[in-house]
């Protein structure tokens, strides 16, 4: 038996034992894992569509402190989820975690707080898509960029998402590759091209770690707090590598270090970039009062044609993150819609035959990241004196919703060790040892500080709008699902019988034909 | 001042991932599997 084929049983088997059938096709190696995750990281997305936010609020001190601070943070958060997708591998992931640490309703709970932040997060990535994109395309077919014309690209983007979805993991997994790739390189373009063809010469190092300078009309170390969104958001999304857990070959060790190296390796590239780009700037103010920051300073360095360039593979950058964020967002859906968790769970949770795709709740994601905009749209378009910016808004809404989706299963981990329930024998593979507690602690602390500063004006839009859905959450729960929420636990009855009758099922409808193993490394 | 205090900060981050990685390293190189048992919460 080969070393592939004895891993593809072990998961599957390990997947049994948690009442489930292997419905997905497991055909990711662990690079495709870290770089879904590292895709939707995606340093050219979250850092240069929030660099004006970042520069405005924190000055030039906010790329060489904030970026750091926050990474280092992060990391902590993703080394203690790293060991819980190492010890319950399975797509639901946090959700999952949620459930069988304490209960259903925690996971219900976990589940919704999730999926708020992977709407976010979907919607905010393909509008910044659209942000950059369709000023860039004014500029080709000679119309004029509005707010109009931004939903319009916005929602052309996502329709290309899903359709690429739809069709597979193996074409997306192929484009994750590439776009891991793809990232690095035009960082490294990036910074090649502001290092040795910038107009001028760069500003000192030291210019990098200056604080104190603030372009918002807060206190300094107010504005660097609110400015910390910029880091922050970028650092969402890596959970990705815990819901493609049930498509990635040997999961238990691949997922945790995809989880902790997407984040690790975009601190690094992304503070790289983010020096030479704050090295580069002529006039801070400027850059800060101009409609696109990063455009500005890019353009002003480097001029315009080459400006022009640049931006358009920052764009395509933001694509590759946007389809991968769909990914993630669908697959989390599919897990919840599973153990009927959702509204109509059944459609969502069912599987392509021919692809071997949830291509319903692909369609889902895309609507509902769709119509997060379109409210904001009509909410600006009948209150023209409104003063949030709508990426703003949706990043503010998706580092809250998917942080503390990230923050109550550490919490229960702990509480489940504490009790005596989880225990040593229950760690998997990848695990923090006797560090594990403190770690878990520290995330915690920094999760509860990151929630209450996204939500603070300029972002009280974000912390109404998420209120109110928790408000919903309440009521949905209370009114139905407290009583009918079978949760996870409900798959342990599920009999090996009827697992393998689905999984023959699938198989046989499979485009993929055979087992649906590849043999990708 | 400000500029050690920065780079202080960076060697920290990137010391922190660097143990992650050796730690969960040796972990993972030293799991036994026989020892393992899946929470299923039951």
Redesign the interface.
């Known amino acids: 038996m080969s070393t592939q084929t004895h891993h593809h049983e072990k998961d599957k088997q390990d997947l049994n034992k948690f009442g489930y059938a292997q419905e997905l096709l497991r055909s990711m190696g662990g690079f495709s894992n870290f770089a879904i995750s590292f895709s939707i990281i995606s340093i050219l997305t979250g850092a240069v569509s929030l660099y004006g936010h970042g520069l405005t609020y924190g000055g030039p001190g906010m790329m060489g402190f904030g970026w750091p601070l926050v990474a280092l943070f992060v990391m902590i958060v993703a080394a203690s989820m790293a060991e819980l997708a190492s010890a319950i591998p399975t797509a639901g992931a946090l959700y999952h975690w949620a459930s069988i640490l304490k209960n259903k309703r925690w996971g219900w709970y976990t589940a919704w707080i999730n999926l708020i932040g992977q709407i976010g997060i979907v919607a905010g990535i393909d509008y910044s898509v659209s942000l950059f994109a369709d000023p860039l395309l004014s500029d080709v077919f000679g119309y004029t960029s509005t707010e109009t014309t931004i939903l319009i690209c916005f929602g052309v983007i996502l329709l290309t998402h899903g359709i690429l979805n739809h069709i597979g993991i193996r074409i997306v997994a192929k484009f994750n590759d590439f776009s891991a790739w793809y990232h690095i390189g035009v960082v490294a373009v990036l910074v090649a091209s502001l290092a040795f063809f910038s107009k001028g010469s760069l500003n000192s190092v030291d210019y990098l770690f200056h604080v104190g300078q603030t372009f918002s009309d807060k206190p300094y170390m107010f504005a660097f707090l609110i400015g910390l969104l910029q880091a922050q958001w970028t650092f969402t999304g890596f959970d990705a590598s815990a819901h493609t857990i049930e498509e990635t070959v040997n999961p238990r060790v691949r997922a945790p270090w995809g989880i902790f190296t997407s984040v690790a390796y975009s601190f690094v590239f992304g503070f790289i970039m983010l020096a030479f780009v704050t090295l580069s700037i002529k006039d801070a103010g400027a850059a800060a009062g101009s409609d696109n920051a990063f455009i500005y300073v890019i353009r002003e360095a480097l001029g315009g044609d080459f400006g022009r360039v640049m931006l358009w593979l920052v764009v395509a950058a933001m694509w590759f993150c946007g389809l991968s964020s769909i990914t993630s967002f669908s697959r989390m859906m599919y897990a919840f819609s599973r153990d009927k968790g959702m509204p109509l769970s059944k459609q969502w949770a069912e599987i392509s035959k021919k692809f071997r795709t949830p291509a319903k709740a692909i369609w889902l994601a895309v609507i509902l990241s769709f119509l997060l905009a379109l409210v904001d749209y009509i909410i600006k378009k009948s209150n023209p004196g409104t003063t949030h910016t709508t990426i703003a808004f949706m990043t503010a809404v998706s580092v809250v919703g998917l942080y503390v989706a990230y923050g109550i299963p550490i919490a229960l981990k702990m509480i489940a060790k504490a009790q005596g329930k989880f225990q040593s024998k229950h760690l998997g593979p990848w695990h923090l040892g006797k560090y594990s507690d403190l770690l878990g602690s520290l995330a915690i602390v920094w999760i509860i500080f990151i929630s209450v500063i996204m939500v603070i004006p300029p972002n009280e839009m974000a912390g109404y709008a998420l209120a109110g859905m928790i408000v919903l959450l309440v009521a949905m729960d209370l009114l139905y699902y407290r009583k009918h929420f079978p949760g996870p636990q409900a798959a342990l009855n599920t009999s090996m019988a009827e697992i393998l009758r689905k999984e023959r099922e699938l198989e046989g409808g499979s485009s993929g034909g055979g087992t649906g193993i590849s043999h990708k490394g | 001042m ?2 050690g ?2 780079i202080a ?2 060697l ?3 010391l ?2 660097l143990w ?2 050796r ?2 390293g040796n ?2 190189r030293n ?1 036994d599997e026989s ?8």
Do not use: D, Q, Y
Request: glycine residues 8%.
């Open positions: 400000e500029l205090f920065g900060l960076i920290v981050t990137c922190f991932a992650i990685v730690l969960a972990n993972v799991f020892k393992h048992e899946s929470f299923i919460g039951k």
